[in-house]
Protein backbone atom coordinates (compact mmCIF):
# COMPACT_ATOMS: atom_id res chain seq x y z
CA UNK A 1 0.00 0.00 0.00
CA UNK A 2 2.99 2.26 0.01
CA UNK A 3 3.54 2.96 -3.06
CA UNK A 4 -0.09 4.23 -3.51
CA UNK A 5 0.15 6.34 -0.58
CA UNK A 6 3.39 7.64 -1.89
CA UNK A 7 1.57 8.39 -4.89
CA UNK A 8 -1.40 10.26 -3.43
CA UNK A 9 1.03 12.27 -1.51
CA UNK A 10 2.71 13.78 -4.66
CA UNK A 11 -0.63 14.50 -5.84
CA UNK A 12 -1.37 15.83 -2.61
CA UNK A 13 1.71 18.67 -2.66
CA UNK A 14 1.10 19.03 -6.53
CA UNK A 15 -2.54 20.10 -6.23
CA UNK A 16 -1.56 22.59 -3.47
CA UNK A 17 1.14 24.23 -5.27
CA UNK A 18 -1.01 24.41 -8.53
CA UNK A 19 -3.77 26.00 -6.50
CA UNK A 20 -1.20 28.62 -4.87
CA UNK A 21 0.12 29.37 -8.12
CA UNK A 22 -3.30 29.84 -9.40
CA UNK A 23 -4.69 32.23 -6.63
CA UNK A 24 -1.72 34.17 -6.75
CA UNK A 25 -0.37 34.80 -9.99
CA UNK A 26 -1.65 38.24 -11.77
CA UNK A 27 -0.72 36.72 -15.16
CA UNK A 28 -3.19 34.92 -17.19
CA UNK A 29 -0.50 32.81 -18.42
CA UNK A 30 0.90 31.92 -15.53
CA UNK A 31 -2.66 31.21 -13.97
CA UNK A 32 -3.14 28.44 -16.88
CA UNK A 33 -0.07 27.13 -15.46
CA UNK A 34 -1.14 26.35 -12.03
CA UNK A 35 -4.58 25.19 -13.11
CA UNK A 36 -2.68 22.62 -15.66
CA UNK A 37 -0.18 21.30 -12.62
CA UNK A 38 -3.63 20.63 -10.99
CA UNK A 39 -5.04 18.71 -13.55
CA UNK A 40 -1.37 16.98 -13.61
CA UNK A 41 -1.53 16.21 -9.96
CA UNK A 42 -5.37 14.56 -10.67
CA UNK A 43 -3.84 12.23 -13.42
CA UNK A 44 -1.44 11.34 -10.77
CA UNK A 45 -4.25 10.07 -8.34
CA UNK A 46 -6.09 8.49 -11.56
CA UNK A 47 -3.25 6.66 -12.46
CA UNK A 48 -2.60 5.55 -9.12
CA UNK A 49 -6.28 4.64 -8.35
CA UNK A 50 -6.10 2.50 -11.86
CA UNK A 51 -3.01 0.75 -10.49
CA UNK A 52 -2.87 0.29 -7.37
CA UNK A 53 -7.14 -0.64 -6.81
CA UNK A 54 -8.39 -1.58 -10.38
CA UNK A 55 -5.98 -2.72 -12.88
CA UNK A 56 -8.52 -4.73 -14.65
CA UNK A 57 -10.79 -1.94 -15.47
CA UNK A 58 -9.38 0.25 -17.98
CA UNK A 59 -11.99 3.21 -18.06
CA UNK A 60 -9.70 4.19 -15.18
CA UNK A 61 -7.12 4.53 -17.93
CA UNK A 62 -9.99 6.48 -20.61
CA UNK A 63 -10.65 8.92 -17.98
CA UNK A 64 -6.82 10.23 -18.03
CA UNK A 65 -7.00 10.70 -21.81
CA UNK A 66 -9.94 12.85 -21.61
CA UNK A 67 -8.06 14.65 -18.49
CA UNK A 68 -4.80 14.80 -21.30
CA UNK A 69 -7.14 15.82 -23.39
CA UNK A 70 -9.29 18.78 -21.23
CA UNK A 71 -5.10 20.14 -20.83
CA UNK A 72 -4.98 20.64 -24.32
CA UNK A 73 -8.15 22.17 -24.66
CA UNK A 74 -7.90 24.86 -21.55
CA UNK A 75 -4.66 26.04 -23.00
CA UNK A 76 -6.03 26.41 -26.44
CA UNK A 77 -8.83 28.25 -25.15
CA UNK A 78 -6.78 29.93 -22.32
CA UNK A 79 -4.39 31.01 -25.04
CA UNK A 80 -7.11 32.23 -27.77
CA UNK A 81 -8.47 34.63 -24.90
CA UNK A 82 -4.91 35.92 -24.16
CA UNK A 83 -4.65 37.09 -27.58
CA UNK A 84 -7.82 38.57 -27.63
CA UNK A 85 -6.61 40.35 -24.34
CA UNK A 86 -3.65 41.52 -26.02
CA UNK A 87 -4.98 42.72 -28.54
CA UNK A 88 -7.36 44.73 -27.04
CA UNK A 89 -5.66 46.39 -23.98
CA UNK A 90 -2.05 45.27 -24.96
CA UNK A 91 -1.82 43.00 -21.15
CA UNK A 92 -3.24 40.16 -19.79
CA UNK A 93 -2.43 41.05 -16.58
CA UNK A 94 -5.79 39.98 -14.90
CA UNK A 95 -5.36 42.60 -12.16
CA UNK A 96 -6.78 45.43 -14.59
CA UNK A 97 -8.66 42.77 -15.99
CA UNK A 98 -11.87 44.19 -14.20
CA UNK A 99 -13.91 45.44 -16.75
CA UNK A 100 -14.72 41.79 -17.85
CA UNK A 101 -17.17 42.05 -14.82
CA UNK A 102 -20.16 43.45 -17.45
CA UNK B 1 8.66 -9.51 -1.42
CA UNK B 2 9.61 -9.67 -5.72
CA UNK B 3 12.23 -6.89 -6.52
CA UNK B 4 9.29 -5.06 -8.46
CA UNK B 5 8.14 -4.57 -5.12
CA UNK B 6 10.61 -3.13 -3.79
CA UNK B 7 11.81 -0.67 -6.50
CA UNK B 8 8.28 0.50 -7.74
CA UNK B 9 7.26 2.62 -4.50
CA UNK B 10 11.24 3.70 -4.70
CA UNK B 11 10.87 5.21 -8.46
CA UNK B 12 7.49 6.63 -7.82
CA UNK B 13 8.77 8.60 -5.08
CA UNK B 14 11.77 9.90 -6.37
CA UNK B 15 9.87 11.30 -9.79
CA UNK B 16 7.77 12.00 -7.30
CA UNK B 17 10.21 14.16 -6.01
CA UNK B 18 10.99 15.77 -8.87
CA UNK B 19 7.61 16.36 -10.01
CA UNK B 20 7.33 18.33 -6.80
CA UNK B 21 10.42 20.18 -6.73
CA UNK B 22 9.84 21.42 -10.61
CA UNK B 23 6.45 22.10 -9.85
CA UNK B 24 7.89 24.31 -6.91
CA UNK B 25 10.41 26.11 -9.24
CA UNK B 26 7.59 27.12 -11.59
CA UNK B 27 6.09 29.86 -9.43
CA UNK B 28 9.95 30.69 -7.78
CA UNK B 29 11.80 31.62 -10.93
CA UNK B 30 10.59 34.87 -12.49
CA UNK B 31 12.13 34.02 -16.01
CA UNK B 32 8.84 33.02 -17.64
CA UNK B 33 11.05 30.47 -20.47
CA UNK B 34 12.42 28.97 -16.97
CA UNK B 35 8.99 28.71 -15.27
CA UNK B 36 7.46 27.47 -18.92
CA UNK B 37 10.24 24.22 -19.34
CA UNK B 38 9.65 23.74 -15.31
CA UNK B 39 6.21 22.87 -15.44
CA UNK B 40 7.35 21.01 -18.76
CA UNK B 41 10.15 18.83 -16.18
CA UNK B 42 6.95 18.36 -13.45
CA UNK B 43 4.99 16.87 -16.38
CA UNK B 44 7.76 15.06 -17.65
CA UNK B 45 8.24 13.68 -14.01
CA UNK B 46 4.79 12.79 -13.88
CA UNK B 47 4.75 10.39 -16.74
CA UNK B 48 7.63 8.72 -15.31
CA UNK B 49 5.62 8.20 -12.61
CA UNK B 50 3.09 6.90 -14.64
CA UNK B 51 5.81 4.65 -16.12
CA UNK B 52 6.89 3.74 -12.48
CA UNK B 53 3.57 2.63 -11.71
CA UNK B 54 3.41 0.24 -14.41
CA UNK B 55 0.97 2.41 -17.32
CA UNK B 56 3.09 2.67 -20.06
CA UNK B 57 0.97 3.92 -23.15
CA UNK B 58 -0.12 6.89 -20.42
CA UNK B 59 3.43 7.76 -19.64
CA UNK B 60 4.86 7.87 -23.16
CA UNK B 61 1.69 9.63 -24.01
CA UNK B 62 2.05 12.00 -21.07
CA UNK B 63 5.93 12.60 -21.85
CA UNK B 64 5.14 13.10 -25.74
CA UNK B 65 1.90 15.76 -25.38
CA UNK B 66 3.32 18.06 -22.67
CA UNK B 67 6.62 18.61 -24.82
CA UNK B 68 4.99 20.30 -27.46
CA UNK B 69 2.19 21.79 -25.18
CA UNK B 70 4.80 23.22 -22.81
CA UNK B 71 7.24 25.17 -25.56
CA UNK B 72 3.97 26.51 -27.43
CA UNK B 73 3.48 28.08 -23.56
CA UNK B 74 6.86 29.26 -23.31
CA UNK B 75 6.17 31.30 -26.40
CA UNK B 76 2.89 32.61 -25.48
CA UNK B 77 4.42 33.48 -22.26
CA UNK B 78 7.23 35.69 -24.50
CA UNK B 79 4.65 36.76 -26.38
CA UNK B 80 2.59 38.38 -23.49
CA UNK B 81 4.85 39.00 -20.81
CA UNK B 82 6.27 42.68 -19.90
CA UNK B 83 9.75 40.75 -18.42
CA UNK B 84 9.89 37.63 -19.95
CA UNK B 85 13.53 37.20 -19.15
CA UNK B 86 12.66 38.48 -15.49
CA UNK B 87 15.95 40.95 -15.39
CA UNK B 88 14.31 43.55 -13.87
CA UNK B 89 12.66 41.18 -11.03
CA UNK B 90 8.88 42.21 -10.96
CA UNK B 91 6.44 40.87 -8.71
CA UNK B 92 3.71 39.31 -10.57
CA UNK B 93 1.93 38.43 -7.39
CA UNK B 94 -1.37 39.27 -5.47
CA UNK B 95 -2.82 37.78 -2.19
CA UNK B 96 0.38 35.93 -1.55
CA UNK B 97 -1.00 34.70 2.01
CA UNK B 98 -4.28 33.77 1.35
CA UNK B 99 -3.23 31.46 -1.78
CA UNK B 100 -0.60 30.28 0.53
CA UNK B 101 -3.35 29.38 3.09
CA UNK B 102 -4.98 28.02 0.20
CA UNK B 103 -2.59 26.00 -1.06
CA UNK B 104 -1.64 24.44 2.20
CA UNK B 105 -5.29 23.57 3.56
CA UNK B 106 -5.86 21.83 0.24
CA UNK B 107 -2.62 19.58 0.65
CA UNK B 108 -3.56 19.18 4.31
CA UNK B 109 -7.12 18.07 3.54
CA UNK B 110 -5.93 15.70 0.86
CA UNK B 111 -3.80 13.82 3.00
CA UNK B 112 -5.98 13.50 5.71
CA UNK B 113 -7.98 11.65 3.35
CA UNK B 114 -4.85 9.62 2.17
CA UNK B 115 -4.15 8.61 5.51
CA UNK B 116 -7.30 8.04 6.82
CA UNK B 117 -8.93 6.01 4.60
CA UNK B 118 -8.29 2.18 4.40
CA UNK B 119 -7.13 1.59 0.97
CA UNK B 120 -7.42 -2.23 0.86
CA UNK B 121 -5.26 -4.68 -1.03
CA UNK B 122 -3.31 -3.87 -4.14
CA UNK B 123 -4.36 -5.92 -7.30
CA UNK B 124 -1.79 -6.97 -9.97
CA UNK B 125 -1.50 -5.12 -13.43
CA UNK B 126 -1.55 -6.63 -16.75
CA UNK B 127 1.72 -7.02 -19.15
CA UNK B 128 2.12 -3.23 -20.75
CA UNK B 129 1.24 -5.08 -24.39
CA UNK B 130 -2.02 -6.66 -22.93
CA UNK B 131 -2.85 -3.17 -21.69
CA UNK B 132 -2.15 -0.92 -24.30
CA UNK B 133 -4.65 -3.95 -26.34
CA UNK B 134 -7.19 -3.56 -23.69
CA UNK B 135 -6.98 0.10 -23.56
CA UNK B 136 -7.66 0.30 -27.41
CA UNK B 137 -10.74 -2.19 -26.89
CA UNK B 138 -12.15 -0.11 -24.00
CA UNK B 139 -11.96 2.51 -26.51
CA UNK B 140 -13.58 1.22 -29.11
CA UNK B 141 -16.12 -0.44 -27.37
CA UNK B 142 -17.53 0.66 -23.71
CA UNK B 143 -16.02 3.99 -23.53
CA UNK B 144 -16.44 4.54 -27.58
CA UNK B 145 -18.98 7.48 -27.26
CA UNK B 146 -16.40 9.94 -24.34
CA UNK B 147 -14.01 9.31 -26.94
CA UNK B 148 -16.28 10.47 -29.81
CA UNK B 149 -17.42 13.73 -27.34
CA UNK B 150 -14.11 14.01 -26.55
CA UNK B 151 -13.02 14.48 -30.26
CA UNK B 152 -16.12 16.85 -30.90
CA UNK B 153 -15.17 18.96 -27.92
CA UNK B 154 -11.59 19.07 -29.38
CA UNK B 155 -12.89 20.58 -32.69
CA UNK B 156 -15.60 22.67 -30.75
CA UNK B 157 -12.68 24.35 -28.59
CA UNK B 158 -10.21 25.22 -32.10
CA UNK B 159 -13.32 26.74 -33.77
CA UNK B 160 -13.53 29.12 -30.30
CA UNK B 161 -10.53 29.73 -30.21
CA UNK B 162 -9.91 30.51 -33.20
CA UNK B 163 -13.35 33.01 -32.98
CA UNK B 164 -12.20 34.49 -30.22
CA UNK B 165 -8.48 35.16 -31.69
CA UNK B 166 -9.12 36.21 -34.95
CA UNK B 167 -8.29 39.93 -35.53
CA UNK B 168 -11.65 41.80 -36.12
CA UNK B 169 -12.48 42.58 -39.90
CA UNK B 170 -12.33 46.64 -40.33
CA UNK B 171 -16.03 46.84 -41.93
CA UNK C 1 26.29 -5.38 -24.08
CA UNK C 2 23.57 -4.80 -26.62
CA UNK C 3 23.69 -1.33 -25.56
CA UNK C 4 27.34 -0.51 -26.04
CA UNK C 5 27.17 -2.35 -29.87
CA UNK C 6 24.13 0.41 -30.25
CA UNK C 7 26.13 3.27 -29.31
CA UNK C 8 29.24 2.56 -31.37
CA UNK C 9 27.00 1.43 -34.23
CA UNK C 10 25.07 4.85 -33.49
CA UNK C 11 28.22 6.67 -33.53
CA UNK C 12 29.58 4.57 -36.42
CA UNK C 13 26.64 5.97 -38.52
CA UNK C 14 27.26 9.57 -36.94
CA UNK C 15 30.62 9.74 -38.50
CA UNK C 16 29.59 8.16 -42.18
CA UNK C 17 26.70 10.87 -42.34
CA UNK C 18 29.03 13.38 -40.88
CA UNK C 19 31.13 11.92 -44.21
CA UNK C 20 28.47 12.22 -46.53
CA UNK C 21 27.27 15.51 -45.23
CA UNK C 22 30.49 16.91 -46.06
CA UNK C 23 30.64 15.76 -49.26
CA UNK C 24 26.97 16.80 -50.18
CA UNK C 25 27.63 20.13 -49.04
CA UNK C 26 31.12 20.66 -49.51
CA UNK C 27 31.45 18.59 -53.19
CA UNK C 28 34.61 16.78 -52.47
CA UNK C 29 34.64 13.41 -50.38
CA UNK C 30 37.22 13.46 -47.17
CA UNK C 31 37.23 10.45 -45.17
CA UNK C 32 38.89 11.75 -42.09
CA UNK C 33 37.09 15.36 -42.63
CA UNK C 34 35.05 15.02 -39.97
CA UNK C 35 37.74 13.80 -37.61
CA UNK C 36 39.73 17.05 -38.25
CA UNK C 37 36.82 19.03 -37.59
CA UNK C 38 35.93 17.65 -34.49
CA UNK C 39 39.42 17.82 -32.82
CA UNK C 40 39.62 21.61 -33.96
CA UNK C 41 35.95 22.04 -32.42
CA UNK C 42 37.27 20.22 -29.14
CA UNK C 43 40.89 22.20 -28.79
CA UNK C 44 39.17 25.55 -28.99
CA UNK C 45 38.23 27.70 -26.64
CA UNK C 46 34.43 27.58 -25.54
CA UNK C 47 33.19 30.80 -25.11
CA UNK C 48 30.14 31.61 -23.22
CA UNK C 49 27.99 35.06 -23.52
CA UNK C 50 27.81 37.17 -21.08
CA UNK C 51 24.10 37.25 -19.75
CA UNK C 52 22.41 33.79 -20.69
CA UNK C 53 21.02 31.20 -18.33
CA UNK C 54 23.17 29.17 -16.98
CA UNK C 55 21.55 25.85 -17.13
CA UNK C 56 19.57 26.39 -20.52
CA UNK C 57 22.95 26.98 -21.79
CA UNK C 58 24.56 23.94 -20.66
CA UNK C 59 21.79 21.74 -20.28
CA UNK C 60 20.37 22.31 -24.13
CA UNK C 61 23.19 20.04 -26.24
CA UNK C 62 23.37 17.44 -24.29
CA UNK C 63 19.89 17.33 -24.40
CA UNK C 64 19.26 16.78 -27.99
CA UNK C 65 22.20 14.43 -27.90
CA UNK C 66 19.72 12.53 -25.15
CA UNK C 67 16.83 12.76 -27.26
CA UNK C 68 18.13 11.43 -30.02
CA UNK C 69 19.87 8.38 -27.70
CA UNK C 70 16.50 7.59 -26.24
CA UNK C 71 14.64 7.39 -29.81
CA UNK C 72 17.40 5.12 -31.12
CA UNK C 73 17.00 2.55 -27.93
CA UNK C 74 13.77 1.18 -28.57
CA UNK C 75 14.75 0.65 -33.04
CA UNK C 76 16.10 -2.67 -33.29
CA UNK C 77 19.31 -3.15 -35.60
CA UNK C 78 18.33 -6.87 -35.35
CA UNK C 79 15.60 -9.22 -34.02
CA UNK C 80 17.88 -9.93 -30.80
CA UNK C 81 19.79 -6.00 -30.78
CA UNK C 82 17.38 -3.99 -29.23
CA UNK C 83 18.13 -1.80 -25.96
CA UNK C 84 14.66 -1.55 -24.80
CA UNK C 85 11.95 -3.50 -26.56
CA UNK C 86 9.05 -1.57 -25.02
CA UNK C 87 5.41 -2.05 -25.62
CA UNK C 88 4.97 1.28 -27.15
CA UNK C 89 8.20 1.77 -29.01
CA UNK C 90 6.50 3.33 -32.19
CA UNK C 91 4.91 5.87 -29.92
CA UNK C 92 8.03 6.13 -27.75
CA UNK C 93 9.97 7.38 -31.03
CA UNK C 94 7.76 10.28 -31.49
CA UNK C 95 7.84 11.18 -27.76
CA UNK C 96 11.77 11.26 -27.47
CA UNK C 97 11.84 13.35 -31.14
CA UNK C 98 9.67 15.66 -29.17
CA UNK C 99 12.49 16.61 -27.15
CA UNK C 100 14.38 17.64 -29.92
CA UNK C 101 12.40 20.90 -29.89
CA UNK C 102 12.60 21.16 -26.38
CA UNK C 103 16.56 20.90 -26.70
CA UNK C 104 16.26 23.35 -29.83
CA UNK C 105 14.12 25.98 -27.68
CA UNK C 106 16.48 26.18 -24.46
CA UNK C 107 19.56 26.44 -26.79
CA UNK C 108 17.62 29.59 -28.57
CA UNK C 109 16.77 31.26 -25.58
CA UNK C 110 20.21 29.96 -23.27
CA UNK C 111 22.61 32.73 -24.68
CA UNK C 112 20.18 36.08 -25.05
CA UNK C 113 21.25 36.99 -28.25
CA UNK C 114 18.77 37.74 -31.26
CA UNK C 115 19.90 35.55 -33.71
CA UNK C 116 19.76 32.11 -31.42
CA UNK C 117 16.13 33.28 -30.54
CA UNK C 118 14.56 33.58 -33.76
CA UNK C 119 16.27 29.90 -34.56
CA UNK C 120 15.19 28.75 -31.49
CA UNK C 121 11.61 29.97 -32.28
CA UNK C 122 11.32 29.50 -35.37
CA UNK C 123 12.05 25.61 -35.11
CA UNK C 124 8.75 25.89 -32.98
CA UNK C 125 6.77 27.36 -35.55
CA UNK C 126 7.99 23.93 -37.92
CA UNK C 127 7.23 21.87 -34.98
CA UNK C 128 3.77 23.40 -35.25
CA UNK C 129 3.93 21.96 -39.00
CA UNK C 130 5.56 18.60 -39.08
CA UNK C 131 4.69 16.88 -35.58
CA UNK C 132 1.06 15.61 -36.74
CA UNK C 133 3.18 14.43 -40.13
CA UNK C 134 5.25 12.40 -37.41
CA UNK C 135 2.11 10.74 -35.69
CA UNK C 136 0.28 10.15 -38.81
CA UNK C 137 1.93 7.61 -40.74
CA UNK C 138 3.09 5.81 -37.72
CA UNK C 139 -0.37 5.71 -37.03
CA UNK C 140 -0.83 3.97 -40.45
CA UNK C 141 2.29 1.81 -39.78
CA UNK C 142 0.61 0.48 -36.08
CA UNK C 143 -2.25 -0.21 -37.74
CA UNK C 144 -0.88 -2.54 -40.20
CA UNK C 145 1.23 -4.07 -37.55
CA UNK C 146 -1.67 -4.35 -35.43
CA UNK C 147 1.05 -3.62 -32.57
CA UNK C 148 3.11 -0.62 -31.29
CA UNK C 149 6.27 -2.90 -30.96
CA UNK C 150 9.00 -1.52 -33.07
CA UNK C 151 9.96 -5.54 -33.74
CA UNK C 152 6.75 -6.49 -34.51
CA UNK C 153 6.39 -3.74 -36.77
CA UNK C 154 9.33 -5.25 -38.87
CA UNK C 155 8.07 -8.43 -39.09
CA UNK C 156 4.42 -6.88 -40.11
CA UNK C 157 6.88 -6.29 -43.16
CA UNK C 158 8.03 -9.34 -44.39
CA UNK C 159 5.74 -9.84 -47.74
CA UNK C 160 5.62 -6.11 -48.94
CA UNK C 161 7.73 -3.18 -47.24
CA UNK C 162 5.69 -0.34 -46.17
CA UNK C 163 7.22 2.15 -48.73
CA UNK C 164 5.36 0.15 -51.08
CA UNK C 165 2.40 -0.92 -49.84
CA UNK C 166 1.49 3.04 -48.29
CA UNK C 167 3.47 5.62 -50.17
CA UNK C 168 1.78 8.30 -48.98
CA UNK C 169 2.62 7.72 -45.54
CA UNK C 170 6.01 6.89 -46.79
CA UNK C 171 6.80 10.20 -48.26
CA UNK C 172 4.94 12.23 -45.80
CA UNK C 173 7.51 10.68 -43.00
CA UNK C 174 10.77 11.40 -44.32
CA UNK C 175 9.94 14.54 -45.05
CA UNK C 176 8.78 15.35 -41.30
CA UNK C 177 11.99 13.08 -40.70
CA UNK C 178 13.98 15.83 -42.37
CA UNK C 179 12.07 18.71 -40.74
CA UNK C 180 13.09 16.83 -37.15
CA UNK C 181 16.84 16.95 -37.91
CA UNK C 182 16.55 20.35 -39.51
CA UNK C 183 17.98 19.25 -42.39
CA UNK C 184 17.43 21.73 -45.37
CA UNK C 185 15.73 22.64 -46.92
CA UNK C 186 14.05 22.88 -43.51
CA UNK C 187 17.18 23.82 -41.70
CA UNK C 188 14.92 27.00 -40.56
CA UNK C 189 16.98 27.13 -37.00
CA UNK C 190 20.19 27.12 -38.14
CA UNK C 191 19.79 28.54 -41.24
CA UNK C 192 23.58 29.06 -42.59
CA UNK C 193 24.13 32.17 -44.51
CA UNK C 194 21.42 34.08 -43.17
CA UNK C 195 20.97 33.70 -39.47
CA UNK C 196 24.73 33.01 -38.90
CA UNK C 197 24.35 30.01 -37.61
CA UNK C 198 20.40 30.29 -35.30
CA UNK C 199 20.30 28.32 -32.58
CA UNK C 200 24.38 27.74 -32.57
CA UNK C 201 25.54 30.92 -32.70
CA UNK C 202 26.67 31.22 -29.67
CA UNK C 203 28.09 27.98 -29.26
CA UNK C 204 31.44 27.71 -29.71
CA UNK C 205 34.38 24.80 -28.58
CA UNK C 206 33.46 21.36 -26.67
CA UNK C 207 29.67 22.68 -26.62
CA UNK C 208 29.88 23.36 -30.33
CA UNK C 209 31.04 19.50 -30.94
CA UNK C 210 28.12 17.78 -29.08
CA UNK C 211 25.44 19.88 -30.60
CA UNK C 212 27.13 18.49 -33.61
CA UNK C 213 27.38 15.32 -32.87
CA UNK C 214 23.57 15.08 -31.34
CA UNK C 215 22.49 15.95 -35.01
CA UNK C 216 24.46 14.14 -36.49
CA UNK C 217 23.41 10.90 -34.11
CA UNK C 218 19.68 12.10 -35.13
CA UNK C 219 19.83 11.91 -38.77
CA UNK C 220 20.70 8.61 -37.76
CA UNK C 221 17.90 8.10 -35.53
CA UNK C 222 15.62 9.83 -37.93
CA UNK C 223 17.11 7.29 -40.62
CA UNK C 224 16.90 4.12 -38.85
CA UNK C 225 13.14 5.07 -38.22
CA UNK C 226 12.23 5.59 -41.33
CA UNK C 227 13.88 1.86 -41.97
CA UNK C 228 12.38 0.40 -39.53
CA UNK C 229 8.64 1.54 -40.08
CA UNK C 230 8.82 1.58 -43.69
CA UNK C 231 11.40 -0.33 -45.17
CA UNK C 232 11.30 -3.73 -43.66
CA UNK C 233 14.11 -3.27 -40.64
CA UNK C 234 16.85 -5.98 -40.65
CA UNK C 235 14.98 -8.11 -43.10
CA UNK C 236 16.30 -9.05 -46.49
CA UNK C 237 17.79 -12.09 -48.21
CA UNK C 238 21.36 -13.66 -48.29
CA UNK C 239 23.05 -10.39 -46.18
CA UNK C 240 22.87 -11.06 -42.73
CA UNK C 241 19.98 -8.82 -40.40
CA UNK C 242 22.37 -6.05 -39.30
CA UNK C 243 23.83 -5.64 -42.33
CA UNK C 244 20.29 -4.89 -43.78
CA UNK C 245 19.61 -2.66 -41.69
CA UNK C 246 22.49 -0.23 -41.57
CA UNK C 247 22.74 -0.39 -45.21
CA UNK C 248 18.83 0.60 -45.24
CA UNK C 249 19.65 3.36 -42.82
CA UNK C 250 22.42 4.86 -44.57
CA UNK C 251 20.66 4.88 -47.77
CA UNK C 252 17.84 7.26 -46.18
CA UNK C 253 20.35 9.17 -44.74
CA UNK C 254 22.16 9.43 -48.16
CA UNK C 255 18.36 10.40 -49.36
CA UNK C 256 17.74 12.90 -46.72
CA UNK C 257 20.85 14.31 -47.00
CA UNK C 258 20.53 14.98 -50.79
CA UNK C 259 16.77 15.69 -51.35
CA UNK C 260 16.94 19.07 -50.38
CA UNK C 261 20.40 20.00 -51.67
CA UNK C 262 19.20 21.74 -54.22
CA UNK C 263 15.78 23.31 -52.99
CA UNK C 264 15.40 26.77 -51.69
CA UNK C 265 14.64 26.85 -48.09
CA UNK C 266 10.86 26.98 -46.74
CA UNK C 267 10.09 29.79 -44.77
CA UNK C 268 8.37 28.60 -41.71
CA UNK C 269 4.54 30.13 -42.77
CA UNK C 270 4.75 28.36 -45.93
CA UNK C 271 6.03 25.29 -43.80
CA UNK C 272 3.30 25.67 -41.76
CA UNK C 273 0.55 25.87 -44.54
CA UNK C 274 1.85 23.05 -46.68
CA UNK C 275 2.05 21.35 -43.42
CA UNK C 276 -1.60 21.78 -42.52
CA UNK C 277 -3.53 22.34 -45.69
CA UNK C 278 -2.06 19.58 -47.66
CA UNK C 279 0.10 17.25 -45.54
CA UNK C 280 -2.45 16.65 -42.96
CA UNK C 281 -5.59 15.89 -45.33
CA UNK C 282 -2.83 13.32 -47.12
CA UNK C 283 -1.91 11.75 -44.03
CA UNK C 284 -5.34 11.36 -42.76
CA UNK C 285 -6.34 9.98 -46.09
CA UNK C 286 -3.41 7.46 -45.83
CA UNK C 287 -4.52 6.08 -42.55
CA UNK C 288 -8.34 5.52 -44.49
CA UNK C 289 -6.51 3.91 -47.23
CA UNK C 290 -4.10 1.67 -45.30
CA UNK C 291 -7.61 0.76 -43.26
CA UNK C 292 -9.38 -0.14 -46.05
CA UNK C 293 -6.93 -2.35 -47.73
CA UNK C 294 -6.10 -4.21 -44.51
CA UNK C 295 -10.21 -5.04 -44.42
CA UNK C 296 -9.99 -5.94 -48.14
CA UNK C 297 -6.46 -7.61 -48.46
CA UNK C 298 -5.64 -8.16 -45.11
Same mark, same amino acid.
Not at chain 3, 157 to 160: G, I, V
Given at each position: MTTLMAALVVGAILFGIGLYGALSQTNLVMIMMGVELMLGAAMVNLVAFWRFLHPEIYAGQMFVLIVMTVMALEMAVGFAIATGRFRAKGSVEMEEAGDLRG | MSASEIFQPFFVGIFGLAAIWFGVVVFRTSSMVRSALALLFSMTAIGAMFLAMEAEFLGVLQIMMMATEMAIMAIFMVMYMMDPGGMEGMDMTHQKYASIFAGILATLGILAVVFLVEWGPVAEAAHPEEQTRMLGIEIMERSMLIFETAGVTILTAMIAATAIAIERRKS | MTAAISILALLAGAYLVAVLEGWVSMGRMSITGPLASGAAMLGRESFVPKRRDRVFFEVAPPLLLVSALLAAAVLPLSPGLIVADLATGALFVNAALAYVMVALLMAGWAPNGAYAMVGGFRFLGQLVAYSMLIVMPITAVAMRAESLVTTEVVES? $? $??PNAIYQPIGFVLFLLAGMAVCFLPPFDLPTAPGELAGGVEAEYTGWRLAVFRLARLVLVVTVAAAVSVFYLGGWLGPVFPPWAWSAAKTLAVAALMLLAGRHVPRLRETHVLEWGWKVGIPLALLNIFVVGVMILVVG
Open positions: - | - | Q $A $AL
